[in-house]
């Protein structure tokens, strides 16, 4: 291949970087509310009238919706049609997010958060559905790393935002600011994405209503009590053991229907494919060290440091700026040497990047502290996206509406269960500190639960590297074998021809 060959094939097609756009708006408006209600808790609850138990529905409400409606996005984009799904989604993400800075009452904003977050749990899984489709799997890994970086950077830089607004502002504009870019994303939309084809729609498949009535319930059961993990006197309590083996056994009674029927609403069959299971452990356990991480050094800075939200926001940014950077980078090693072997790298950069944090103390240098945040963050960035990838390059294109849903499901309890399980260990480790040196030992030793987690997704990621070439050589190996086949055609045809 020449010089100016590579160059052709190694830049993104237009018309791919154009769905990119419009997806990479979509995914931002919905990730970076997960955390922009964040440092305005405090903001609400006195505006609103409310205690802290009752204005934490504001973000454990959007959390449920995700939860909840990412499931269902499978068969709506069969039924409906990926365009038109993706483009009702941010309709009505942007419509939630007007009624929220309406709100009058804490009742009425965590009920106009829950239709955001019905509305932003469809944008990411279809939006990238969306794209792999237009990719192909030649650009694969360079579009997933674009449309990846608002699912890492904008958690990071949502706190930061959020104080912004609050100071300047007004809580109402942490929902308000979402409604200019929600019109803009579905101008786009509407004009940039492909149409919806016969071959995109498969009106024939019902909805699995017995399978969402097991599997919705289940995973907001499961993440309530999970939630209420962080308050409860101890993780015996009622509030929490009653609620989460409630939701396991929904789960588990959707998992064993799933197993029998034809047309789940989740085709739990796809963790058969081994590289499908490897790819979605790893995600796992780096969605919980990721976003259940990301309440601990927020606490820090405000807690220990004593800084504000917005210096809080700040200091958070050289993560952000190391997981930007390693998600660019990453996409072109995955497209050169598949999705696992980057996996790889990136989890052990994530890994021995933590053990800093685990020596933190109450005067730190902040130059240290960014210094292993951007270390961290390029380790974040190589590790997310490729294993992703990596999924989708073992599994077949008519397996793809299934499983774009189900890594988003497992990111999303990754994250809530990390959350919940880093919370109940940060609030153990730090009760009774007596100063900001025992504040923040307790943060340096919960820290070494983020380095198990984070360790955790080592071996399925090996594991995907073998799977993954395993399965990549099986595909060369078909198109040698086509290849062949259409030659020895030809050769008989000119026989043929020559008697």
Not at 18 to 47: C, F, H, P, Q, Y
Not at 182 to 191: N, Q
Not at 311 to 323: E, K
Not at 378 to 400: E, H, K, N, S, W
Request: hydrophobic letters at 55%.
């Amino acid at each position: 291949m020449t010089t100016a060959t590579a160059s052709i094939s190694s830049r993104i097609e237009p018309h791919v970087m154009r769905v990119a756009i419009v997806v990479v708006l979509g995914s931002i408006m919905s990730v970076l509310d997960t955390t922009i209600v964040n440092v305005a808790l405090d903001t609400l609850g006195k505006d609103l009238h409310s205690p802290l138990a009752d204005i934490q529905w504001v973000v454990t409400g959007y959390l449920l919706a995700l939860a909840a409606i990412i499931p269902v996005t499978g068969w709506a984009a069969r039924r409906f049609g990926p365009r038109n799904l993706y483009i009702v989604s941010l309709a009505v993400f942007t419509a939630g997010s007007a009624l929220c800075a309406l709100a009058w009452s804490t009742e009425s904003l965590v009920a106009f958060r829950v239709l955001q977050g019905v509305g932003g749990g469809m944008t990411l899984p279809i939006g990238q559905m969306i794209l792999a489709r237009a990719a192909g799997p030649q650009q694969m890994g360079r579009v997933m790393s674009i449309v990846g970086v608002p699912t890492v950077l904008a958690p990071v830089l949502g706190p930061a935002l959020g104080g912004l607004l609050l100071e300047h502002f007004g809580w109402q504009w942490i929902f308000l600011i979402n409604v200019p870019v929600g019109i803009v994303a579905v101008s786009l939309a509407l004009r940039l994405l492909p149409r919806d084809t016969a071959a995109d729609l498969d009106r024939t498949v019902g909805l699995d209503v017995v399978g969402l009535a097991l599997l919705a319930p289940g995973l907001s059961i499961l993440t309530y009590g999970l939630a209420e993990a962080g308050t409860a006197s101890s993780l015996g309590s009622p509030s929490v053991v009653v609620p989460v083996l409630a939701g396991l056994a929904l789960v588990a009674a959707f998992v064993v229907r799933a197993r029998g029927i034809a047309s789940p609403l989740l085709d739990v069959r796809l963790f058969a494919n081994r590289g499908f299971a490897a790819a979605s452990a790893t995600t796992f356990a780096l969605g919980a060290a990721l976003f259940g991480s990301m309440i601990l050094m927020p606490l820090y800075f405000q807690t220990v440091r004593l800084e504000s939200a917005v210096a809080t926001g700040l200091l958070l940014a050289p993560q952000g700026l190391g997981v930007g950077a390693a998600m660019f980078i990453s996409g072109r090693l995955t497209d050169r040497h598949g999705g696992g072997p980057v996996a790889v790298l990136g989890v052990m950069i994530t890994t021995v990047a933590t053990l800093p944090f685990v020596f933190i103390g109450a005067s730190t240098s902040f130059l240290f502290i960014a210094a292993a945040m951007v270390v961290r963050g390029i380790g974040i960035g190589m590790a997310f996206m490729p294993a992703m990838t990596a999924a989708f390059a073992v599994l077949r294109p008519d397996q793809l509406p299934d499983a774009t849903p189900q890594l988003n499901v497992v990111q999303r309890v990754g994250g809530s269960i990390g959350t919940a399980v880093l919370a109940v260990v940060l609030q153990h480790q730090t009760r009774g500190a007596r100063s900001a040196a025992d504040a923040a030992a307790g943060f340096g030793h919960t820290y070494w639960a983020v380095l198990g987690i984070t360790a955790l997704a080592v071996v399925p990621a090996l594991y995907l590297v073998v799977v993954e070439r395993r399965a990549r050589a099986a595909q060369a190996f078909a198109g040698l074998e086509s290849e062949a086949r259409a030659g020895l055609g030809e050769a008989q045809v000119l026989e043929a021809a020559a008697l």
